[in-house]
Nanobody, 128 residues
Framework: QVQLVESGGGSVQAGGSLRLSCVAS????????MGWFRQAPGKGREGVAS????????AYADSVKGRFTISRDNAKNILYLQMNSLKPEDTAMYYC?????????????????????WGQGTLVTVSS
């Protein structure tokens, strides 16, 4: 099993930037495909970005394409989400998640049901 701990959330004005981090422990980080999800108040959880175990391929929700960048450092067991040009609608609790059950070559997924391990979340608030 892998344990995940997010950090880096905070309050920022619209147009600003934040970088979220997710530290993994307890298992071989490079075995897992990773994702970032978010949940705004009163809404369901939404997949934001995903990255392959090797870190080369990524996938993004349309709502964040061109503004957010997911990356990982397998040597340090850390997943990142660089968020630029933030908007008030990006306000949410952000979660990192991991899954290891996938077929080699299968496309990345932003379906939360595919992810087995979750962090506790870090809050991002964007004011207008």
């Amino acid at each position: 099993q892998v344990q995940l701990v997010e950090s880096g959330g905070g309050s920022v004005q619209a147009g600003g930037s934040l970088r979220l981090s997710c530290v993994a422990s307890g298992s071989t980080f490079s075995r897992y495909r990773m994702g970032w999800f978010r949940q705004a108040p009163g809404k369901g959880r939404e997949g934001v970005a995903s990255i392959r175990a090797g870190g080369v391929a990524t996938a993004y929700a349309d709502s964040v394409k061109g503004r957010f960048t997911i990356s990982r450092d397998n040597a340090k067991n850390i997943l990142y989400l660089q968020m630029n040009s933030l908007k008030p609608e990006d306000t949410a609790m952000y979660y990192c998640a991991a899954y290891s059950r996938f077929q080699p070559g299968a496309p990345l997924t932003l379906d939360e049901g595919s992810y087995d391990y979750w962090g506790q979340g870090t809050l991002v608030t964007v004011s207008s």
